[in-house]
Protein backbone atom coordinates (compact mmCIF):
# COMPACT_ATOMS: atom_id res chain seq x y z
CA UNK A 1 0.00 0.00 0.00
CA UNK A 2 1.60 3.24 -1.16
CA UNK A 3 1.15 6.43 1.30
CA UNK A 4 -0.78 9.73 0.29
CA UNK A 5 0.10 12.86 1.97
CA UNK A 6 -2.32 15.40 1.31
CA UNK A 7 -1.77 19.37 1.37
CA UNK A 8 -4.83 21.78 1.55
CA UNK A 9 -5.38 25.54 1.56
CA UNK A 10 -6.79 27.98 -0.54
CA UNK A 11 -5.82 29.39 -3.88
CA UNK A 12 -2.10 30.64 -3.61
CA UNK A 13 -1.53 29.38 0.02
CA UNK A 14 1.56 27.85 -1.49
CA UNK A 15 0.95 24.20 -1.71
CA UNK A 16 2.15 23.24 -5.26
CA UNK A 17 5.55 24.85 -5.07
CA UNK A 18 5.86 23.21 -1.38
CA UNK A 19 4.30 20.06 -2.79
CA UNK A 20 6.91 19.89 -5.41
CA UNK A 21 9.72 19.67 -2.15
CA UNK A 22 7.83 17.34 -0.01
CA UNK A 23 7.74 15.08 -2.39
CA UNK A 24 11.49 15.15 -3.86
CA UNK A 25 12.18 14.80 -0.17
CA UNK A 26 10.13 11.82 0.56
CA UNK A 27 11.53 10.26 -3.02
CA UNK A 28 7.74 10.36 -4.41
CA UNK A 29 5.83 12.37 -6.78
CA UNK A 30 3.95 15.35 -6.28
CA UNK A 31 0.15 16.06 -7.93
CA UNK A 32 -1.29 19.14 -8.25
CA UNK A 33 -5.13 18.77 -8.63
CA UNK A 34 -5.28 22.02 -10.38
CA UNK A 35 -2.27 21.16 -13.16
CA UNK A 36 -3.92 17.88 -13.78
CA UNK A 37 -7.32 19.04 -14.29
CA UNK A 38 -5.73 22.28 -16.48
CA UNK A 39 -4.38 19.61 -18.62
CA UNK A 40 -6.95 16.86 -19.06
CA UNK A 41 -8.93 17.34 -22.10
CA UNK A 42 -12.47 16.88 -19.93
CA UNK A 43 -11.52 19.81 -17.87
CA UNK A 44 -9.23 21.75 -19.28
CA UNK A 45 -12.43 23.98 -21.00
CA UNK A 46 -13.94 24.52 -17.62
CA UNK A 47 -10.70 25.58 -15.40
CA UNK A 48 -9.98 27.86 -18.51
CA UNK A 49 -12.80 29.93 -18.04
CA UNK A 50 -12.46 29.84 -14.09
CA UNK A 51 -15.34 27.85 -13.25
CA UNK A 52 -15.06 24.89 -10.73
CA UNK A 53 -14.78 21.54 -12.04
CA UNK A 54 -17.72 18.73 -10.78
CA UNK A 55 -16.42 16.61 -7.89
CA UNK A 56 -16.70 13.41 -9.90
CA UNK A 57 -14.71 14.64 -12.61
CA UNK A 58 -12.03 15.60 -10.27
CA UNK A 59 -12.48 12.03 -8.54
CA UNK A 60 -11.75 10.45 -11.88
CA UNK A 61 -9.36 12.50 -13.17
CA UNK A 62 -7.22 12.06 -9.50
CA UNK A 63 -7.85 7.78 -9.80
CA UNK A 64 -6.32 7.65 -13.23
CA UNK A 65 -3.62 9.84 -12.30
CA UNK A 66 -3.14 7.98 -8.64
CA UNK A 67 -3.37 4.00 -10.61
CA UNK A 68 -0.39 5.00 -12.76
CA UNK A 69 2.04 5.39 -10.26
CA UNK A 70 4.15 2.71 -8.25
CA UNK A 71 3.14 2.08 -4.96
CA UNK A 72 6.42 2.07 -4.21
CA UNK A 73 6.63 5.93 -4.57
CA UNK A 74 4.51 8.13 -2.21
CA UNK A 75 2.03 10.30 -3.71
CA UNK A 76 1.91 14.04 -2.09
CA UNK A 77 -1.56 15.24 -3.59
CA UNK A 78 -2.57 18.92 -3.34
CA UNK A 79 -5.71 20.91 -4.06
CA UNK A 80 -7.77 17.40 -3.10
CA UNK A 81 -9.80 17.04 -1.45
CA UNK A 82 -12.04 20.60 -2.05
CA UNK A 83 -15.77 19.22 -1.22
CA UNK A 84 -17.36 16.38 0.77
CA UNK A 85 -17.56 14.31 -2.18
CA UNK A 86 -14.42 14.14 -2.54
CA UNK A 87 -14.22 13.59 1.29
CA UNK A 88 -15.82 10.03 0.14
CA UNK A 89 -14.07 9.04 -2.48
CA UNK A 90 -11.47 8.96 -0.54
CA UNK A 91 -12.63 7.36 2.55
CA UNK A 92 -14.06 4.78 0.29
CA UNK A 93 -12.18 4.81 -3.08
CA UNK A 94 -8.57 5.20 -1.91
CA UNK A 95 -7.39 1.82 -0.99
CA UNK A 96 -8.55 0.57 -4.74
CA UNK A 97 -6.29 2.59 -5.60
CA UNK A 98 -3.82 0.97 -3.55
CA UNK A 99 -3.06 4.21 -1.12
CA UNK A 100 -3.55 5.07 2.14
CA UNK A 101 -4.24 8.51 3.60
CA UNK A 102 -1.14 8.91 5.87
CA UNK A 103 -1.45 12.91 6.62
CA UNK A 104 -3.38 16.01 6.08
CA UNK A 105 -1.24 19.58 6.07
CA UNK A 106 -3.32 23.23 6.11
CA UNK A 107 -1.14 25.86 4.95
CA UNK A 108 -2.89 28.73 6.70
CA UNK A 109 -2.72 31.63 4.96
CA UNK A 110 -4.54 34.75 5.41
CA UNK A 111 -6.57 36.15 2.33
CA UNK A 112 -4.93 39.66 2.12
CA UNK A 113 -1.50 37.55 2.04
CA UNK A 114 -3.48 35.38 -1.13
CA UNK A 115 -4.34 38.22 -3.17
CA UNK A 116 -0.79 39.71 -3.07
CA UNK A 117 0.57 36.71 -4.05
CA UNK A 118 -2.06 36.21 -6.54
CA UNK A 119 -0.85 39.27 -8.18
CA UNK A 120 2.57 37.62 -8.92
CA UNK A 121 0.76 34.73 -10.68
CA UNK A 122 -0.02 34.61 -14.41
CA UNK A 123 -2.51 32.39 -14.57
CA UNK A 124 -5.65 32.55 -16.91
CA UNK A 125 -7.68 31.54 -13.83
CA UNK A 126 -6.42 33.77 -11.65
CA UNK A 127 -8.97 36.89 -12.94
CA UNK A 128 -10.97 38.81 -9.88
CA UNK A 129 -13.97 36.93 -10.47
CA UNK A 130 -12.60 33.41 -10.61
CA UNK A 131 -10.58 34.25 -7.18
CA UNK A 132 -13.92 34.85 -5.57
CA UNK A 133 -15.53 32.15 -6.88
CA UNK A 134 -12.53 30.12 -5.79
CA UNK A 135 -12.35 31.75 -1.97
CA UNK A 136 -15.85 31.41 -1.40
CA UNK A 137 -16.14 27.72 -2.38
CA UNK A 138 -13.14 27.46 -0.66
CA UNK A 139 -14.82 28.45 2.61
CA UNK A 140 -18.18 27.11 1.53
CA UNK A 141 -17.18 23.54 1.08
CA UNK A 142 -13.50 22.89 1.73
CA UNK A 143 -12.96 24.58 5.63
CA UNK A 144 -15.91 21.19 6.30
CA UNK A 145 -13.00 18.69 4.96
CA UNK A 146 -10.55 20.11 7.12
CA UNK A 147 -12.74 19.69 10.03
CA UNK A 148 -13.28 16.07 9.00
CA UNK A 149 -9.54 15.37 8.80
CA UNK A 150 -9.20 17.50 12.32
CA UNK A 151 -11.58 15.14 13.62
CA UNK A 152 -9.69 11.80 12.43
CA UNK A 153 -6.67 13.44 14.21
CA UNK A 154 -4.97 13.39 10.47
CA UNK A 155 -4.59 17.20 10.14
CA UNK A 156 -1.57 19.40 10.77
CA UNK A 157 -2.17 23.19 10.53
CA UNK A 158 1.48 24.88 8.92
CA UNK A 159 1.80 28.77 8.83
CA UNK A 160 1.71 28.59 5.29
CA UNK A 161 2.83 33.06 5.27
CA UNK A 162 6.17 34.33 5.39
CA UNK A 163 8.94 33.15 2.44
CA UNK A 164 8.99 30.40 0.44
CA UNK A 165 12.20 29.08 3.22
CA UNK A 166 10.35 29.67 5.92
CA UNK A 167 7.20 27.67 5.32
CA UNK A 168 9.42 25.20 3.71
CA UNK A 169 10.98 24.65 7.11
CA UNK A 170 7.57 24.87 8.91
CA UNK A 171 6.53 21.55 6.57
CA UNK A 172 10.23 19.88 6.88
CA UNK A 173 9.39 20.58 10.87
CA UNK A 174 5.86 18.50 11.26
CA UNK A 175 7.18 15.77 8.55
CA UNK A 176 9.79 14.33 11.35
Do not use: C
Not at 112 to 132: N, W
Amino acid sequence: MGDLIILMGPTGSGKSSQGELIARDLHGVHLSSGHLLREHPKTAPLMASGNLVPAEQVEEVVGEVIDGIAQSKPIVLDGFPRTQSNVHWIDHELLKHGRTLRRVILLDVKRDTIMERLKLRDRQDDGAEAIKRKWAAYERFTLPVVEHYRAMGLLTVVDGSGTFEEVRDRIEDVMR
